[in-house]
């Protein structure tokens, strides 16, 4: 029977991305199947009382270190971009505009393309016509994303993974389930095969 995966995935998070770059190969090793969730982290956060990681000065200077040395150990690029935090809102509806658009694979290829503009080229990800390019840019109908992101269904859909996301335990991104049990981080990914492969 093959495992399912539930990718819940930030697109402002910078372990996001990263293991966004690793979980298809991930799943394919493990022949797992993965569903990818986007949910608002900033949400999580006020329900929660916590606050971003990057406010505390030593925590975000060491992140910096840290996350060069993933990126350097994954081989993908990553450039801090000029805009962080981002409200990545819009991103995460382009992502669910793009599965009503072009079907299920077209959420992860959304995402992996907003992941890479943003963390890679720093490109604003809170603009809609961005965003819209870089839907076209990997095959989608521009216009119709644009039509989609601001549908009441894809917003809801949004509120919904969100809403799960806290429900279920989640504090921080990515965060990642099989079954009820739960993954935190980049850096669990090796627990999470594990998981997935026994």
Excluded: C
């Excluded at 060069?68 to 409200?87: A, K, Q, T």
């Excluded at 079907?103 to 503009?117: K, V």
């Excluded at 992101?149 to 859909?157: C, F, L, N, P």
């Amino acid at each position: 029977m093959t495992q399912t995966i539930e990718f819940f995935f930030e697109l402002s998070s910078p372990y996001s991305y990263l293991a966004a770059t690793q979980i298809h190969a991930l799943a394919e090793r493990a022949g797992a199947s993965v569903v990818w969730r986007p949910f608002l982290l900033g949400a999580i956060f006020k329900a929660q009382g916590a606050s971003l990681p990057a406010s505390n000065p030593q925590k975000a200077a060491y992140m910096l270190q840290d996350l060069g040395r993933w990126s350097r150990h994954y081989g993908v690029p990553l450039n801090f971009p000029s805009r962080f935090p981002i409200n990545a809102v819009k991103g995460h509806r382009a992502a669910l505009a793009a599965r009503r658009v072009g079907g299920e694979g077209a959420l992860e290829s959304m995402a992996l393309a907003t992941y890479e503009a943003y963390w890679a080229h720093d490109r604003d990800i809170a603009d809609p016509e961005v965003l819209a390019d870089i839907a076209q840019e990997i095959g989608l109908d521009r216009d119709a994303i644009l039509t989609q992101m601001s549908a009441q269904e894809v917003k809801d859909e949004l509120r919904d993974h969100t809403d799960a996301a806290l429900e279920r335990g989640v504090f921080g991104a990515p965060s990642f389930f099989v079954g009820e049990q739960m993954f935190w981080g980049n850096d669990r990914l090796d627990f999470l095969e594990q998981a997935v492969s026994t």
